[in-house]
Structure formats: C-alpha cells, structure tokens
C-alpha cells in the first residue's frame, strides 16, 4: 500500500508562484507513473500533469501547458509541481496520484493510489 502526502499548498497572489510536493511512502519501480489533480468548489476533479518514475516522460493539461512544470526525485520517492504564473481560475484543491502506466505513457495511468490533497487559493 503506497501512502502519498502532499504538501506546500497556501494561498498567493494572482501571477505569484507556488511548488507543491508529494512524498511516497516507498518506491515504486517499472511502469507506475505520479500525477496531480485538482478539483476547484462545484467542479469534478480534473487531471494536471503527470511524469513516468522512470524515464521521467511528462504529460500535462491544454490549460497548465507553460506554466506549471511536473518533476522528480526518485532518491526521496518525491514528485514536484512547479506552479507559475498562477491564475484564479487555478484556485483548487490539489491531489497527488500514483498507478501503473501499462503503456509506459503518462496520458494513460490507472491511478491507484491517492493523497489527500493540499489547498492552493489564488487571489486576484
């Protein structure tokens, strides 16, 4: 059972930056992949971006595409979300996941394992 916490969440200010963490509890090998998500108040949970364990191959949502950015740390089982130049419409609460790709592509992951997410509010 792989337990994910995240972290680094706050509120900021329209255009400010933030870097979210989520540690894992042990290292996961092959083909598992680690994304964020989000879900803003009356909104489903949407996808953000993801990174394969290995090979560090990237996937990202049409509306975070140049401004957030997606890495690891495979010696402390970490994954980072690098946040810039944050909107409103970005204020949400944000969870990490992790799962296996079969493919061995970050757009397609069978998240099994989830955080229980970190609040990020951005004001205008």
């Known amino acids: 059972q792989v337990q994910l916490v995240e972290s680094g969440g706050g509120l900021v200010q329209a255009g400010g930056s933030l870097r979210l963490s989520c540690a894992a509890s042990e290292r996961t090998f092959g083909s598992y992949a680690m994304g964020w998500f989000r879900q803003a108040p009356g909104k489903q949970r949407e996808f953000v971006a993801a990174?394969?364990?290995?090979?560090?191959?990237?996937y990202y949502a049409d509306s975070v595409k140049g401004r957030f950015a997606i890495s690891r740390d495979n010696a402390k089982n970490t994954v980072y979300l690098q946040m810039n130049s944050l909107k409103p419409e970005d204020t949400a609460v944000y969870y990490c996941?992790?799962?296996?790709?079969?493919?061995?592509?970050?757009?397609?992951?069978?998240?099994?394992?989830w955080g229980q997410g970190t609040q990020v509010a951005v004001s205008s």
């Open positions: 990174i394969m364990w290995t090979g560090g191959k990237t």
């Open positions: 996941a992790a799962g296996p790709a079969p493919n061995g592509l970050p757009r397609d992951v069978r998240y099994t394992y």
